[in-house]
Nanobody, 112 residues
């Protein structure tokens, strides 16, 4: 079955960086776009970024543009999210997503 496993969350100070990883299995990873979405406490889930199947097309929510970078490794069935210049409002559970399927999520907390 489709499985997405995120890792790499944690605590960062404002202005700091974190890297998230997502290991995918159970579907033909290399032909599908992948996304990261996030959900902050008390808020609705929010799309963050999408990468197309080849990795050449990348799309970002305005709130993270210029700070976050999505990438993928089709040989290893992995998708990554590099988060720089973190802000307290980036605090959320981050999910790797494929269609309607999401992983269990990884907590990102930005606080001094």
């Amino acid at each position: 079955q489709v499985q997405l496993v995120e890792s790499g969350g944690g605590l960062a100070q404002p202005g700091g960086s974190l890297s998230l990883s997502c290991a995918a299995s159970g579907f033909p990873f290399s032909i599908h776009a992948m996304q990261w979405v996030r959900q902050a406490p008390g808020k609705e889930r929010e799309w963050v970024t999408t990468i197309n199947s080849s990795g050449a097309g990348k799309y970002y929510h305005d709130s993270v543009k210029g700070r976050f970078t999505i990438s993928r490794d089709n040989a290893e069935n992995m998708v990554f999210l590099q988060m720089n210049s973190l802000k307290p409002e980036d605090t959320a559970v981050y999910y790797c997503a494929y269609g309607d399927v999401r992983g269990q999520g990884t907590q990102v907390t930005v606080s001094s």
